[in-house]
């Protein structure tokens, strides 16, 4: 098939589910030769992908070995905690460090910290209601994650645009291969910058252990088995990174959906309870991790394309989130849908260690966002939706809070 897709296209960064409807039908396994990656669409090669022996998640050696020379060190640094991030691990590697970090994201932890984003919660929507016109996202769906995980970590919260900052330009390296002017330079800084705060912030807990993330991560034990101090500070910065800005997106893509489809807003506010299917409706329908980048580790073939070992693929989870043969009328907003087997927190070793969190936040941010805000509605300027391949999200949404 000749079709081209560009994730970059304007039309296509807006509403890109008609562009993966078609690849689903006639190319599912897509080869790109723009990216010179192949890209999967439907729902079952999408999950083998994710969870299946025959692929690694170690996209940055390879990337990182292609590098010229000088390029590689300048971010040696930065390599030195992105190589213990369990995201890029394979097995046992991985198996080891989940195995670490899990321990401090139990269940009954997350649950812990309830009251604490509940609070952050009702102080961020008590600073919207003093706007007329508001950008969500600056105003409240980036500080809301990025403020509570720095909480559960105990990182004071006037670092906010600081941490902000790092993690956006640790973001020109992971998430995007456009060419922004200094990328690997601001990437290098804002690794460094983040690992130095994190390595003050273990010293502290050391002296002075508490109940945050940071204290439990640094008493996580495994027989005679502990994290390093390289590991802990990689972890850290690990969970800052992934903990806020899919979340952020979560709720800004939300909120747009019901303000698009006001019937199931109506529902949703008629019925709090139903948070929780909400939430997993919206995780499905735009799903923040927009594509998953993996690395053949072993030739095979995939509905009669032979894939071979070296090769790089994106497995687009939003394609997968909408095929019909596992969703019924799937381009449907339906905040009752049950069940709802997207696969927006990924499948199998590397299922997000932060999906309890980041439901618990939605859970609480959006039943009393519509319910505060409930004539909200579009500002002035349309939404502004994020160049990212990898990442599904809003830059900016202007709305009208109707308050
Ligand atoms: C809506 C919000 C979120 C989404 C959509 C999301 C999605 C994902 C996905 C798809 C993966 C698997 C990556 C892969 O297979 O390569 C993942 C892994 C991970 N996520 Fe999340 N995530 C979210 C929020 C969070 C939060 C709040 C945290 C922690 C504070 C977190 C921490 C992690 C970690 C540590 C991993 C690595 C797990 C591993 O490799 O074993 N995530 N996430």
Redesign the pocket.
């Given at each position: 098939m000749t079709m081209i897709y560009d994730p970059a296209h304007p039309v296509v960064r807006a509403d890109p589910h008609p562009t993966y409807a078609r690849l689903r039908e006639e190319d599912p396994v897509h080869w790109h030769p723009g990216l010179r990656c192949w890209i999967l669409t439907r729902y079952e090669d999408v999950a083998a992908a994710?969870s299946g022996p025959a692929m690694s998640?170690d996209r940055l050696t390879p990337f990182y070995a292609a590098l010229p020379g000088e390029t590689q060190s300048l971010l040696a640094e930065m390599m030195r905690y992105l190589n213990l991030w369990?995201?890029f691990?394979d097995p046992p590697a991985?198996t080891r460090l989940?195995g670490l970090?899990a321990k401090a994201f139990l269940p009954g932890t997350i649950l812990s910290f309830k009251p604490l984003i509940e609070k952050i919660v009702t102080r961020q929507l008590d600073r919207l209601a003093k706007k007329d016109e508001a950008d969500l996202v600056a105003d409240f769906t980036m500080p809301l994650?990025a403020l509570v995980?720095m909480a559960m970590m105990g990182v004071p919260e006037e670092r906010l645009y600081d941490v902000k900052g790092w993690s956006d330009d640790i973001m020109l390296f992971i998430g995007t291969a456009r060419a922004t002017p200094d990328k690997y330079e601001r990437a290098r800084r804002g690794a460094v910058e983040m690992a130095g705060l994190f390595r003050e912030e273990i010293e502290k807990r050391r002296a002075d252990p508490g109940d945050d993330l940071l204290s439990l991560l640094i008493a996580a034990r495994d027989e005679q088995d502990r994290l390093s101090e390289d590991e802990l500070v990689a972890t850290a910065m690990?969970?800052l990174f992934?903990?806020h800005e899919?979340?952020t997106?979560?709720l800004s893509t939300a909120t747009l959906t019901m303000m698009r489809n006001p019937d199931q807003r109506a529902r949703l506010a008629a019925s709090p309870d139903m948070a929780s299917t909400a939430v997993e409706e919206f995780?499905r329908t735009e799903?923040?991790?927009n594509a998953?980048g993996r690395v053949v580790r072993t030739t095979h073939e995939v509905r009669g394309v032979t894939l071979k070992e070296g090769d790089r693929l994106f497995a687009i989870?939003n394609a997968a989130n909408r095929d019909g043969s596992q969703f019924t009328d799937p381009d449907k907003v339906d905040v009752g849908r049950q069940p709802n087997r997207h696969l927006?927190?990924?499948q199998g070793?590397?299922?997000?260690?932060?999906?309890q969190?980041?439901r618990l936040e939605a859970r609480i941010a959006l039943p009393q966002l519509i319910e505060r805000f409930p004539n909200m509605s579009p500002g002035s300027s349309p939404p502004v939706w994020l160049d990212s391949l990898v990442m599904r999200g809003l830059k900016s949404l202007p709305v009208r809070t109707g308050r």
């Open positions: 994710l998640p369990i995201v691990r991985h989940r970090v994650p995980i690990l969970l992934a903990g899919t979340t997106n979560l995780l799903a923040p991790t998953m989870i927006t927190f990924g070793p590397h299922f997000c260690l932060g999906a969190l980041a």
